[in-house]
């Protein structure tokens, strides 16, 4: 038996190369290791959830939310394109580049959008997919749009989309809301403002040149320091809930005492540091990442990883977005100046 190779043109070879060489520009406009952990917190959401999990829908859910998180960051990418075109941290982005147009981005966005929550409403449940709907539209609409421009708190409130993917996956396996998945979503609205302030104090200048009003450039270094404390302190007993209310182990306490008093420690440190010193605030910054995601596998770990080995069917999937795409202005000046991660 033999095969014939159907040989291509010039032109066709050419625009095929071309359409190939671009496919990374597309998965950075998906912003993808933002995504991982919205992705990974749905996951948890989902998992401890009451019942079993179908491993099909659980696959179908976790495609949903990389998808859905995926399409947050590509429109976020779009409609921030003017601003991440003056930032160093932004500008090597697929948009100020040229590799990607503005129009492409929107309607590469669009599509994934639709095609994440459709998905999540045919496969899985309406409840989810409306909670990514909604995630998505809060993110690029309320967040991106308005938010991110117009006020210092935009990180505080805008960070509500960034912590909506555990009830999202939550109500993937059971059809409904409940207080475990409102206890998730308060772990992750309270450690979003340290995170980002803590990532702006030393990203001030460029968010400046962007007219980003970030807290440290409306309210100064000082303030902006404290702030971080405060919500540093908040987020230590809320974290504790899931092991004091019995729905996570003895693992998942000690690891959230532990955490949390490390975050505060760095906390403190990050308020008693000179403005000239940056390290206090990028090791808060790094830290924050590993304790989310610490936090969170503590819980899968204790509470919902041997459901993953059932075969036995159920509701399952979640639906997910991404967070929140920092902002970050500052200099220490009160001159506001009207976000991405």
């Not at 930032?87 to 100020?96: L, V």
């Not at 936090?295 to 080995?309: D, E, Y």
């Amino acid at each position: 038996m033999s095969t014939t190779a159907i040989p291509l043109s010039r032109p066709q070879l050419s625009a095929w190369c071309r359409s190939t060489a671009r496919l990374p520009d597309f998965v950075a406009l998906m912003k993808p290791r933002v995504m991982a952990l919205a992705v990974f917190t749905a996951i948890v959401g989902l998992a401890i959830a009451p019942g079993h999990l179908n491993p099909l829908l659980a696959a179908i859910a976790i495609l949903g939310i990389a998808v859905g998180a995926g399409a947050a960051g590509a429109l976020n990418m779009w409609y921030d394109a003017d601003i991440d075109a003056v930032m160093a941290r932004t500008a090597r982005r697929p948009i100020p580049r040229g590799r990607i147009s503005r129009a492409e981005a929107l309607v590469f966005g669009l599509v994934l959008a639709g095609g994440a929550v459709t998905t999540l409403a045919l496969a899985v449940n309406i409840q989810a997919a409306a909670l990514l709907a909604f995630a998505i539209f809060f993110y690029i609409a309320v967040y991106t749009a308005w938010l991110k421009r117009s006020t210092p708190q935009n990180i505080v409130i805008g960070g509500a989309a960034g912590a909506l993917p555990p009830v999202i996956g939550w109500a993937a396996a059971t059809g409904e809301l409940g207080l475990e998945p409102l206890i998730l979503f308060l772990i992750i609205f309270l450690w979003t403002p340290p995170h980002f302030w803590a990532l702006s104090l030393n990203r001030s200048d460029d968010y400046c040149r962007a007219g980003i009003p970030m807290l440290p450039v409306v309210a100064g270094r000082a303030a902006t320091t404290r702030q971080i404390l405060i919500y540093s302190i908040l987020l230590f007993p809320i974290s504790l809930l899931p092991w004091a209310l019995g729905f996570a182990g003895v693992i998942y306490g000690a690891t959230a005492a532990v955490s949390g008093a490390t975050f505060i420690a760095l906390a403190l440190r990050l308020v008693r540091s000179s403005e000239a010193d940056r390290r206090p605030a990028y090791r808060l910054f790094a830290f924050s990442i590993l304790y989310l995601f610490v936090l969170f596998a503590a819980l899968l770990t204790g509470n919902g990883g041997a459901r993953w080995s059932l075969m036995v069917p159920a509701r399952a999937a979640p639906a997910a977005i991404g967070p929140v795409d920092v902002p970050l202005c500052g200099g220490g000046s009160t001159q506001a100046k009207p976000q991405g991660v």
